[in-house]
C-alpha cells in the first residue's frame, strides 16, 4: 500500500520560511514525479512544483521563492518555502506518479497518489 505523509507546516508570519517534507512508503518514484499542490479555502488545488528525473517545476507565483527537492533514498520529496506571503495561505498536499508524462504534471488528476495534507498559514 502507498502512502504519502507530510509534515513541516504551521503558523509563520509574511516573510518568514517553511520547509515541508512528504515521505513515501510503499512504492519508491524514482522513475516517476513527486509533486506539491495546495487548496486555499474556497479554491480549487492548484499546482505548486513537481520534480521528475532531476527536473524541477514551479507556479509562476512561487517560482522565486519556493525549491522542490528530492532525496531519493528517503524517498523523501521537499518543499523549501521562503519570504512566505499571506497568499500562500493553504493546505498543502503531496502527490506522486510512477508514469505520468511532462506534460501532465500541472494537472492534479494526473496523479494516483496523495497525501492528507499539511496546513501552512501566514499571517501578520
Known amino acids: 500500500q502507498v502512502q504519502l505523509f507530510e509534515s513541516g507546516g504551521g503558523l509563520v508570519q509574511p516573510g518568514d520560511s517553511l520547509r515541508l517534507s512528504c515521505v513515501a512508503s510503499g512504492r519508491t518514484f524514482r522513475n516517476g514525479a513527486m509533486a506539491w499542490f495546495r487548496q486555499a479555502p474556497g479554491k480549487e488545488r492548484e499546482f505548486v512544483a513537481a520534480t521528475r528525473f532531476g527536473n524541477k517545476f514551479y507556479a509562476d507565483a512561487v517560482k522565486d521563492r519556493f525549491t522542490i527537492s528530492r532525496d531519493g533514498a528517503k524517498n523523501t520529496v521537499y518543499l523549501q518555502m521562503n519570504n512566505l506571503e499571506l497568499e500562500d495561505t493553504a493546505v498543502y498536499y503531496c502527490?506522486?506518479?510512477?508514469?505520468?508524462?511532462?506534460?501532465?504534471?500541472?494537472?492534479?488528476?494526473?496523479?494516483?497518489?496523495w497525501g492528507q495534507g499539511t496546513q501552512v498559514t501566514v499571517s501578520a
Open positions: 502527490a506522486a506518479d510512477s508514469t505520468i508524462i511532462q506534460s501532465s504534471l500541472r494537472l492534479a488528476a494526473q496523479y494516483d497518489y
